[in-house]
């Protein structure tokens, strides 16, 4: 077995856990917000914030195994171009698209292992968009031209990244894991307050799994695997797509596995079209045995035409946003990026005017809560 075939074993595992943890514990960052806010239920966001947590801790661990940063990725969490204007923009549209599409990518191709039509056909637009804004000429045509003025050049002030240790004036790997573990700790200990263990520990072993495949996602892509996966490519007269090293994402994967489809003779599978198929196997394998698969129709001709309009909004914005809720939220934070950190910023930002919007069409207005209630309440 070649060592680029065990990288997409192993990513095609992790994803597999991933997405069947996503399941059980139903993960989902845009539900999670919404109870938060409307209902006054803090576990599931509570949840998000202690798989980020987790994954904080176990990537901060994994770079004091290997004694390297992990860096440069794909995509590039810690370059020293810091897009701000592409991870506003972009982060605002996705937010604005999971709320109307009822889920991001993750949560999308969860519901599709478990039996929903509709879902199967929001992840389908969802890749589409994604695609279109990656393999077209849309993105150059439309949006490069003045984005390309929204971002800051690092170097210029003497950084080579955009690293939080790095902003803050921190140096050396030993920096670096010591303020990642910090605020790893720190998440769990605000997650701990809205998540208590005697009613919640299914979604603490949830948010631990999902945490610890994306520090996972890294090991297999920058350990020994990586490595020589990547000797080996350098040697092929056609080497795969997608090497390097990474973790999960659920933007770019979904417009690799639409090329993919389209065009099967002419790609190689990559990281990111095993993680869509692992995640999306994972949850299915999960669903069944959990019973909890079962066929689900579509909603009214209302309902539908706006989750296809958000559908459309989150795979463009994922793109453009260079990340989603995982991309950003697990893989991008965990390796401490500030471009990441304003990203989901973004991202939650762009969902809480979205569901204000909503409650006012339909004259539901959301509680005015402290940023802090979302974790602290009980």
Same mark, same amino acid.
């Given at each position: 077995?070649t ?32 109870e ?35 860096a ?91 690293g ?5 004036? !921190?140096? =050396?790997? #030993? %920096?670096?894991?010591? &303020? +990642?573990?910090?605020? *790893?700790? @720190? /998440?769990?200990?605000?997650a ?26 890294y ?10 996966a ?62 909890e ?19 459309? !909004?989150? =795979?463009? #914005? %994922?793109?453009?946003? &260079? +990340?989603?809720?995982? *991309?950003? @939220? /697990? ?22 005017l979205?569901?204000?919007l ?21």
């Amino acid at each position: 077995m070649t060592a680029i075939t065990e990288v997409l074993l192993g990513g095609f595992a992790a994803a597999l856990v991933l997405g069947a943890s996503a399941q059980a514990t139903r993960f989902c960052p845009q539900g999670g917000l919404r109870e938060s806010l409307q209902e006054g239920k803090p576990a599931r966001m509570a949840a998000y914030a202690a798989a980020i947590g987790v994954a904080m801790l176990a990537v901060a661990g994994l770079q004091l195994v290997l004694g390297q940063a992990l860096a440069p990725s794909r995509p590039a969490y810690l370059g020293p171009e810091l897009q701000w204007g592409r991870y506003v923009l972009g982060g605002l549209l996705f937010g604005a698209g999971m709320v109307l599409a009822r889920g991001c990518p993750l949560r999308t191709l969860v519901r599709v292992g478990q039996g929903s039509a509709q879902a199967l056909v929001l992840l389908v637009v969802m890749a589409v968009a994604a695609y279109v804004m990656t393999r077209t000429a849309l993105y150059g045509a439309w949006f490069a031209p003045w984005l390309s003025h929204l971002s800051v050049d690092l170097r210029r002030w003497g950084l080579q990244g955009q690293g939080l240790d790095a902003l803050l004036g !921190l140096h =050396g790997l #030993g %920096a670096r894991v010591a &303020l +990642g573990a910090c605020l *790893g700790l @720190g /998440l769990l200990a605000l997650a701990w307050r809205g998540l208590p263990w005697r009613q919640t520990r299914l979604l603490w072993l949830g948010a631990a799994l999902i945490g610890l495949m994306v520090a996972a996602g890294y090991a297999i892509t920058a350990g020994p695997w990586g490595s020589r996966a990547l000797d080996e490519a350098a040697f092929l007269s056609q080497p795969p797509d997608g090497m390097g090293v990474q973790s999960f994402s659920f933007a770019g994967p979904l417009s690799d596995a639409a090329y993919f489809v389209l065009h099967p003779s002419s790609q190689t599978l990559s990281f990111g079209v095993v993680a869509v198929l692992g995640a999306l196997s994972g949850a299915l394998l999960a669903a069944l045995l959990r019973r909890e698969f079962s066929f689900e129709g579509f909603a009214a001709p209302r309902d539908m035409a706006r989750s296809l309009f958000g559908a459309v !909004l989150t =795979g463009a #914005g %994922a793109v453009l946003g &260079l +990340g989603c809720t995982v *991309g950003h @939220g /697990l893989s991008g934070i965990s390796v401490l990026s500030v471009g990441s950190m304003l990203g989901l910023a973004s991202i939650f930002v762009g969902a809480w005017l979205t569901m204000r919007l909503e409650g006012g069409l339909t004259g539901t207005k959301l509680p005015r809560s402290r940023p802090s209630a979302l974790f602290l309440r009980s």
